[in-house]
C-alpha cells in the first residue's frame, strides 16, 4: 500500500488582508452576475481560496495570506478577472495598437 502523498500547488502569492478581501469579494461578485461558466469557476475558486489559504503575521504585527494555486486554477482566475474587467474600468488608451507598433519595430529589427 502506498503511502498518501499531497501535492503542494506550485504557484504562490501572498497578499494583505485588503488585497484578499478584494479578490474575495470580486469571485464573489462575479459568482452572483457573472456568465454560466465564468460563475461557476469563480465560485469553485472563492470557495478554495476561503478554505485553504493560510493567514500569517509577520514579527512586525502585519498580517498576510498565503494563497496556493495549481496552474489550471490560476489560468481560471486570471480568465476569470479579464473576462470581467471591462465592468469596472474603460481603458484609456489603445494599447493594441501600441502592441502592434511594439511589434513592427521588434519584427523589422530581427
Known amino acids: 500500500m502506498m503511502a498518501y502523498q499531497s501535492k503542494k500547488p506550485p504557484i504562490r502569492i501572498v497578499v494583505n488582508i485588503d488585497t484578499f478581501n478584494n479578490l ?13 461558466e ?5 465560485k469553485k475558486i472563492n470557495k478554495k481560496i476561503l ?44 494599447y493594441f495598437e501600441e502592441l502592434l507598433i511594439s511589434r513592427k519595430g521588434y519584427n523589422s529589427s530581427s
Open 24 to 36: 474575495s469579494e470580486l469571485l464573489t461578485r462575479i459568482g452572483n452576475v457573472g456568465g454560466e
Open 38 to 42: 465564468i460563475s461557476e469557476h469563480a
Open 51 to 94: 478554505k485553504y489559504s493560510v493567514p500569517h503575521t509577520e514579527e512586525n504585527g502585519e498580517t498576510f495570506v498565503d494563497i496556493r494555486f495549481f496552474h489550471n486554477e490560476i489560468t481560471q482566475l486570471v480568465h476569470i478577472l479579464l473576462s470581467n474587467i471591462s465592468n469596472y474600468e474603460e481603458y484609456q488608451m489603445n
